[in-house]
């Protein structure tokens, strides 16, 4: 196989919003393969400095003008609309233009392809595959959607035959991709501004492991009753992880040693060694398993699998440690699902073991919220207090936003038994914080919109304070 991106060699491909996570991994890909790129984005950023220091040419702000005079393709970020200004004027001048997950698929066609999927856990186990076959000498080449220290970014455009690519099932993206081993870690109600219901999301999973050929492979969790719907008849040969019986990879023997989990792994039921992993959480034993398996499966030895992703310590807001100022910790996390926060605040707990627990939470969607009041009002039984601003409003209508508010998930917490405030601002927070929080005690800031500025104000503010 070709290194990917090759079959663009030449070409000049525009990139809409290539500041974007996902959007510069892309790009990077097209400039080791030996594309012209250029791109645009609303301000500058870490991505958009090392694109131009690479060769890119990048624009900030957006403009007809900024559409190069000889484009062969045009690629847009989810997040622009048809009436941007080089989209509009890219369709005028009769150019092609494809979405960021068409783009993805195309680059995997060109490589033996590795998509991780699934409602939880994406893009930590697609950031533990990539990280054992990077330092198992495979240089491969991956797109993650979320920054890996480990891996110095999101992004990097290999010379191996091996492409990475968290995938996510928002708008179908994942359908585009063209995996040769494909993995689903879990798969449960999400994303139901898109989805009809439950037997939709199934069907959109079934539809992705399709993908896989018949020469093929695909990991799939052995305990999820939506994952077995979804893979059942599909042509690929499936293999199932989890920590039951019956698992074909299977974690077993697990202890917790400092807060983090060691475990056998075994395959078919032979013991190929013991991992001891350094990132706190159960769920991090399924995402290891399944990162573990996809790399045996791509020719890393069980030895070096289990001792790469032993060493991998996450990707950013993946409870992630913003610092510890008068006795107090301060973590930040993605979670934005009830079972995320449940997984994750277990996981704190585990690990840190403080005084009181301390929950940040900023629910992201209106729609995600009032489809999910009830699970999120349950998923807090671990948190001591929680503290509630407003939703992030992203994609919802505004009816759908006027129904529903972060009140009222406050109000359905306190109904389950929980202690929960809806405080309007994150100033409010802060002041909240520092009035009530004390040494011993753990602030974990969670959700997926801007919340993480409160994890990184509050340190501030304690600083100042000593």
């Not at 199932?240 to 792994?265: K, M, N, Q, Y």
């Not at 992201?364 to 939703?391: C, E, G, W, Y």
């Not at 802060?430 to 602030?443: A, C, I, S, T, W």
Request: negative net charge; hydrophobic residues 40%; glycine residues 10%.
């Amino acid at each position: 196989m070709q290194r990917p991106g090759c079959s663009f060699a030449g070409q000049h491909v525009h990139l809409i919003g290539i500041g974007g996570c996902g959007m510069s991994g892309l790009a990077s890909v097209l400039l080791g393969g030996g594309a012209i790129v250029s791109g645009s984005d609303r301000g500058q950023s870490s991505a958009t400095v090392r694109l131009a220091e690479a060769g890119a040419t990048v624009h900030i702000g957006q403009s007809p003008s900024n559409l190069p005079e000889t484009c062969d393709l045009v690629v847009a970020s989810a997040a622009v609309p048809p009436g941007n200004p080089e989209y509009a004027e890219a369709i005028r001048r009769g150019v092609q233009v494809i979405k960021y997950a068409q783009l993805l698929g195309r680059l995997m066609a060109d490589a033996c392809g590795l998509a991780i999927a699934g409602t939880h856990g994406k893009s930590t186990t697609s950031a533990m595959v990539a990280y054992i076959l990077l330092k198992a000498g495979l240089d491969p080449t991956y797109v993650i959607g979320a920054v890996v220290p480990q891996l110095g970014g999101s992004s990097r455009a290999g010379g191996g035959a091996h492409f990475v690519a968290e995938s996510c099932e928002y708008d179908s993206s994942f359908l585009n991709l063209r995996p040769t081993i494909a993995a689903i870690l879990n798969i449960e109600e999400d994303h139901l501004d898109y989805y009809k219901d439950l037997d939709a999301i199934i069907a959109g999973f079934a539809a992705f492991a399709s993908l896989a050929p018949k020469t093929g492979r695909l990991i799939v969790n052995g305990e999820d009753r939506n994952v077995a719907r979804a893979v059942a008849g599909v042509s690929a040969a499936v293999e199932t992880f989890g920590t039951s019986e019956g698992c074909h990879w299977r974690a077993v023997d697990l202890e917790v040693v400092d807060g983090c989990h060691s475990f056998e792994l075994t395959a078919a039921g032979q013991r190929l060694g013991r991992c001891r992993l350094s990132l706190p959480g159960r769920h991090n034993v399924y995402n290891a398993t399944a990162a573990a398996a996809v790399a045996i499966h791509c020719g890393v030895s069980a030895a070096q699998a289990l001792a790469y992703v032993g060493e991998f310590r996450g990707a950013d807001r993946r409870i992630t440690l913003r610092g510890t100022e008068q006795g107090i910790t301060v973590v930040d996390d993605y979670a934005h699902h009830p079972t995320e926060i449940q997984a994750t605040l277990k996981a704190v707990r585990e690990f840190y073991a403080p005084a009181k627990l301390w929950c940040v939470f900023q629910p992201h969607q209106h729609s995600r919220t009032r489809f999910l009041m009830k699970d999120f009002a349950r998923s807090f039984a671990l948190a001591d207090n929680v503290l509630l601003p407003q939703i992030y409003f992203v994609r919802d209508s505004e009816t759908e936003r006027a129904n529903v508010s972060a009140a009222d998930l406050a109000a359905q917490i306190r109904l389950n038994g929980g202690d929960a405030e809806f405080l309007d601002s994150f100033d409010r927070i802060l002041d909240h914080l520092r009035q009530h929080v004390q040494p011993g005690d753990l602030v974990l800031v969670m959700g997926a919109g801007d919340v993480w500025k409160v994890a990184d104000e509050y340190l501030r503010r304690l600083r100042t304070d000593r």
